[in-house]
């Protein structure tokens, strides 16, 4: 009988737990999908003494989700658990429920569950609705992470097409260049535009002999030096008429600081390289032709 009236007050909860997972799912933050899923924990339970901690992986440590929501250390230590898998435990005198499980990024989520407002224990009841309300949340963050890896895969997907667009701008622009002072210039500052870049140089080495003959940096002023040794850089040349080109991108700058370049980013250095290279030998060829035009021209007069 008692076991009839269990299943009846949970089939009547069914559309609370399908609500909830709805409400989760709208979160657009981690700490808001945390917020909203203290306001179910604190409807269902009566309960306002809530610590939620998160763990990046099992070995991390425990760090609080919500500003201004503080656990003590021993509180903490409760949550440590050595086979990383779903532990709850509500034999604690300080907190009715003490729970830690894995979520489905492979992070850690803890929470601490204070005692009800109206002192009694968790009933067979209350243990089961908590079991099904960490299903709902473990669901909803799978889905939540999912989207903002979708968020982000779009995010890079336009990047990409942007960065497309104007790499074909940058190859017209450079095509045009006769000048090879303008055409280093361009070339160095169209691609630090695209990879973000804080500085870029090109060096010209005589091929046979390996000496320097020219040098052009970007920005302006900036020490050579400071490019060439930066542990943050990517490098890409060519030879042509007994010259190389050697061009080094140095520091991606991002909202956290210089950073490595990614696969992109060496791909961009390639395509600006192989246009600065065609621009090169167009020129070249030009100069070829005219100069053949006009011995042609000579001999004729001369005939």
Known sequence: MEQDHLVERLSLQAHSFQEGFKILTKSETFEDIIKNFRHLLRANFIITNIHFLHKELSNSPWKMIIPNDKAEGEDIALLDNEDNETVINYENNKYSVVIAFPLADSSYLGILLGNKLDGSKFTDYDKI?????????????????????????????????????????????????????????????????????????????????????????????????KILTSPFRIESSFNFNKRTYHFVLSEKETRKGATNFNELDNLLLQAITRQVQTAIENEYLLKQSLEKERIEKELLLAA
């Open 129 to 225: 609705t908590l079991q099904i309300l960490l299903q709902v949340f473990s669901s909803a963050y799978e889905s939540f992470t999912n989207h903002k890896k979708e968020k982000k895969l779009i995010f890079e997907l336009n990047e990409k097409v942007m960065q497309l667009n104007n790499l074909i701008d940058a190859g017209i622009e450079i095509s045009r260049m006769d000048k090879y002072e303008l055409l280093f210039e361009t070339a160095l500052e169209k691609i630090a535009s695209l990879t973000n870049a804080s500085s870029a140089l090109i060096r010209i080495d005589n091929a046979e002999g390996g000496i320097e003959e020219r040098l052009i940096v970007f920005p302006n002023g900036i020490a050579a030096e």
